[in-house]
């Protein structure tokens, strides 16, 4: 069974994606690609998404320069979530410099704890 | 800030939640949690998942035994997305027997290899 017959886009055409560090495990980011984003992933061997804000292709560090290498690309049993093992250049893969966008862990209390620090400044980065 | 402010559900009032091996790291599976469904997942401690196809709540692993224990429950930067380490139960995440629901990898010129064997037969555990 080849991968695009299987893929089930939600009603938006887009497909949740888990992004997750080939060599250490952790799980940096779940963003969205759309089918043509799939294409354009494969292709570059870099993630490609789609930008729900923007609505526009997303080539994850565009401007950063922290792009995604594709080491490994999976898909569920469903066929309705991806999972992609990627090299992380520049290490965060999070706007806020973290290396995760996952960097807040739930405490007892229901307060939130940041768990770890950036890696770079946004603005240095971005420029705002 | 405490986690239900900042929580921002889809507009099926749902959050994608990524759950993940506590121990070595491994994607089991992405379901979707609603505001009730992350509240019961806390009280218990194991997952509660709201089921689209069902329209019901999902206790993981209420029919198998192979339930999540929650071991860690963090936040993406936007709110909008859920990492929940878990001790996995049974070690078999998925549906069909597989640990993880990622069990195929795209291979070269397009075609998907499962890459992993079941720890359990389907029709033992959930008689059909």
Chains 1, 2 share one sequence.
Not at 28 to 35: E, G, I, K, S, T
Not at 114 to 125: G, I, N, W, Y
Request: glycine content about 8%; hydrophobic content about 35%.
């Amino acid at each position: 069974m080849t991968l695009y017959k299987l893929l089930k886009f939600n009603d938006k055409g887009l497909i949740p994606t888990v992004v997750q560090d080939a060599r250490d495990g952790t799980v940096l980011m779940v963003a969205y690609m759309n089918r043509e984003s799939v294409r354009r992933t494969l292709r570059l061997k870099k993630c490609v998404f789609w930008s729900r804000s923007r609505q526009s292709f997303w080539l994850k560090g565009e401007s950063s320069g922290n792009v995604q290498k594709v080491k490994e690309f999976r898909i569920d049993c469903d066929g309705d979530c991806l999972l992609v093992k990627v090299e992380q250049i520049g290490g965060a893969a999070c706007h806020t410099g973290q290396r995760s966008c996952f960097y807040r862990k739930l405490m007892p209390g229901g307060v939130l704890k940041v768990t770890s620090k950036p890696l770079f400044h946004p603005k240095k980065v971005y420029g705002h």
